[in-house]
């Protein structure tokens, strides 16, 4: 047999789950997918791809007859000895994750000696070895385990899935590793192959030192604002030193997702549950917080007062690309702006029926030009490609106000000067 296209089940088919699914199919593999939600299934059976990433739909459709959609774990089983896990693991209100779908995974595995789960879901580090205990003291320590944390970004998620950085791999050095490396060979990336504690902690360490770079420009953009310089020059000479890189060095209106504010939490928790301070997250998430806020003073200082006034938000999801409004900026802004007594109305391409389930009291509008018409205020908030090709003179002529802040330093600001507006961005 070619190892690596062997078979393989793939428990969760969300954003994570349907990717990986779907980009082993394409690497030859059958994939036995299983979820427990019967409408995701039902849809999926149907050739329906339940979430926006681009090129994901053709991709299983191209590849459709190598992937099987079930509610049940037997035909996975049955077929597949690499169970690749990847179900959620939100944040708890203490800031922990929340492991409840993984132990119900966990739990759901017979014994065997020839199976074994490869963790694609983020966890905190010592949950492998957790699981490795709890599967030997149930008399199931045949039962294989991996670490392969996931590193893709929504938006780009197939793309960075068929060429990723890296491929991790935390392991006891068994078949099952050697099975895990031999399936992601032939995408010939580099590969750490690492313990399972390791494999986790460089997740986890990996997304908060993102989050860390995100923080960090913001705060410089906001020292720019306050000296008259330039945040983007700013980023540009500080990126071009190779040892900082021009990744990640955007400011704008703080980091949202499902992963960011929920894997910086996991670790400064991870840390302080083993008796350690992490001193430096704990100013990364108040950054954040802090950041998505300032688009409400920068309203302010033009509008004054914001009671009775109309600001148009333009693009909602957490960035571009996606449908996905997990710890979207946008939901903070809109209640922040509602509850000072502005009135929302709101536009965007792909996450509006998501957006509708978050956010109370927003007028969605059709396209950007409605959102706007008359509008006191306009604030780009999700860095859209449809935004930068505006006509600004057209939305002078829908929108009475005349200030645009660009959350994301996203638009033209001559082309939005030259139309009438004030445009504030961020740190510049
Ligand atoms: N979304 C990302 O960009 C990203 C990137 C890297 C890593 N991750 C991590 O991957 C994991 C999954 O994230 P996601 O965004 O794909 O989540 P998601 O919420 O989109 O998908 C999770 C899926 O798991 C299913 N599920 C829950 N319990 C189940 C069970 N017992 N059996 C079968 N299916 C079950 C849910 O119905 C859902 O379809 C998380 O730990 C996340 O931190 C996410």
């Keep these: 047999m070619n190892r690596s296209r062997q078979p393989i089940a793939g428990i969760g088919t969300g954003y994570v789950g349907l990717v990986t699914a779907a980009g082993f199919a394409q690497l030859g593999s059958e994939v036995w997918c299983v979820d427990i939600d019967a409408e995701k299934i039902a849809q999926l059976e ?201 990744h990640f060095l955007k400011p704008g209106i703080g980091f949202g997702g499902s992963c960011f504010p929920k894997d910086v939490s996991a670790l400064k928790q991870l840390a302080g549950n083993s008796g350690y301070h992490f001193q430096l997250l704990t100013a990364v998430i108040e950054v954040n917080e802090l950041q998505k806020r300032r688009v409400i003073s920068k309203l302010q200082k033009h509008l004054g007062s914001l009671v009775g006034k109309t600001v148009a938000l333009l693009g909602l999801a957490f960035k571009a690309n996606t449908d996905d409004m997990r710890e979207a900026s946008s939901l903070v802004l809109s209640a922040r702006l509602q509850a000072d007594g502005a009135k929302v109305r709101a536009y965007d391409p792909i996450a509006e029926d998501e957006a509708r389930k978050l956010m109370g009291g927003v007028e969605f509008a059709d396209d950007a030009l409605g959102a706007v018409a008359g509008a006191d205020a306009a604030v780009i908030v999700t860095e859209w490609p449809e935004f930068a090709e505006l006509d600004w003179s057209e939305v002078a002529e829908r929108m009475p106000g005349r200030l645009v802040i660009d959350g994301r330093n996203f638009v033209d600001p001559e082309a939005v000067r030259a139309a009438g507006f004030i445009y504030e961005g961020i740190g510049r």
């Design 46 to 246: 149907r050739g329906e791809i339940p979430i926006y990433e681009p090129g994901l739909a053709e991709c299983v459709m191209a590849n459709r007859e190598r992937l099987h959609f079930s509610t049940e774990l037997a035909p996975a089983l049955e077929h597949a000895r690499l169970l690749f896990v990847a179900v959620g693991t939100p944040p708890t209100y203490s800031g922990d994750a929340d492991l409840s779908a993984v132990h119900a995974v966990v739990d759901a595995m017979p014994s065997s000696d020839h199976h074994a789960l490869v963790m694609k879901s983020t966890v905190p580090v010592g949950t492998g070895a957790a699981i490795r205990r709890g599967l030997e003291q149930r008399g199931k320590g045949g039962f294989g385990y991996v670490s392969c944390p996931e590193f893709l970004k929504e938006g780009s998620a197939l793309e960075d899935f068929l060429a990723p950085d890296r491929v991790v791999v935390g392991d006891q050095g068994d078949w099952a590793g050697d099975a895990v490396i031999e399936l992601y060979s032939p995408l010939d990336a580099p590969l750490v192959r690492t313990d399972i504690a390791s494999a986790e902690m460089i997740k986890l360490a990996a997304n908060a030192f993102l989050a860390t770079k995100i923080s960090f420009i913001n705060e410089i953009a906001n020292v720019c604002e306050e000296t008259g310089a330039d945040v983007l020059e700013v980023a540009r000479g500080m990126g071009l030193d190779r040892r900082i890189g021009t």
